[in-house]
């Protein structure tokens, strides 16, 4: 279905640049998606923070090569 509607450029930019889309078209479809999957997501978080253990400095870690983990 086509729907013509007036787009705020500055952040259909922003966000193709965060999303990784190349035109418009993906950029919404990708944007939406996100929007949609959204409680999936947090329900899926839920469900980590309900496991007993101690989560702190678990995502940070995640994002340190393994080449400078005990480096510091």
């Given at each position: 279905?086509?729907?013509?509607?007036?787009?705020?450029?500055?952040?259909?930019?922003?966000?193709?640049?965060e999303?990784?889309?190349k035109?418009?078209?993906?950029?919404?479809?990708?944007?939406?998606?996100?929007?949609?999957?959204?409680?999936?997501?947090?329900?899926?978080?839920?469900?980590?923070?309900?496991?007993?253990?101690?989560?702190?400095?678990?995502?940070?870690?995640?994002?340190?090569?393994?080449?400078?983990?005990?480096?510091?």
């Amino acid at each position: 279905m086509k729907t013509v509607i007036d787009l705020d450029d500055e952040l259909l930019e922003r966000a193709r640049q965060e999303l990784g889309t190349k035109g418009k078209k993906d950029t919404i479809h990708a944007a939406l998606r996100l929007v949609a999957e959204r409680s999936e997501r947090m329900e899926a978080i839920r469900e980590l923070l309900s496991v007993d253990r101690d989560w702190t400095g678990i995502v940070d870690d995640d994002k340190t090569p393994d080449s400078e983990q005990g480096a510091a």
